[in-house]
């Protein structure tokens, strides 16, 4: 099929579909360029080296460019795929612009929310552990995580051993009309993630005009400069950051405003132009503009 096309370059997202793209570029002599979404490093860890990791290197290896969601990424395709800098061009993702709404609170209690896979990755155990500090200092708090994912029996055990269950939620799978619902109603949206490419659940989180606070090992981190950072080890500042943002108005409104600030950067029209940048800053099709 490829071969009866007329093409300039073959661009590929993650491993899926690295395979099919350096036949292609074998077959025809194409450029090949590898969108990176997510990585085997992030989901597993850095001792994670089975065949998918083996996989990605290939394709990272054998392709002209490299565009990573994240600097973050990028250096994570540098240290553990030891691919040169000079093959990577990071290109931040983008964002459909929604309507926020707000909707009337489920709880009498402030909510703090989390939005995405209950996997290591996602650093969800952080989570429960900042809710334990957090309720420490004030009760009138409910955390609600949203996702599905094998850690979740291990973080109802770890509510209940911790004593918080009484204030802490898991919801399964929720569509995305019902996350929305949860983020028009939530107070502070934190993100604990371990390793993450880039982050859209913050970027819809500061879309909905929510405080975000959220892991400095983030792609997101690089462009939400208004966003309360930590490392994601480190629960005691993000519980302070949470618990600030639960008793001072004037914090939450410093800190929406500047994170909405950053929007007009986070759109799938600036990814765009940053590809076809990449492309005729390695000359692989015709100069476009």
Known sequence: MALSL?????????WMTMIAGMEIKAKT??????????LEVDRGGPQSKGWVYQVEKHGMEYADLLMPVSNFTGHIIHDYYQIPWSKIKPVHNGIRPV??????PMFKEKMVLFVGRLTRQKGPEFFVDIAERVLQKDQNVRFVMAGTGEYFNPLLERAAQRGIAHRFHLTGFLNLDKVRKLLSIADVYIMPSVSEPFGLSAVEAVQFGIPAVISKQSGVAEVLNGALKFDYWDINLAASYILNLLHDPVLVENVTQDAYKDLENISWDHAARKVIEGYNAFHLIPEMV
């Open 6 to 14: 007329d093409f300039d370059v073959i661009h590929a997202h993650d």
């Open 99 to 104: 309507e926020p709404f707000k909707s009337e």
């Open 29 to 38: 002599g194409k450029p090949l360029v590898v969108h990176v979404h997510s």
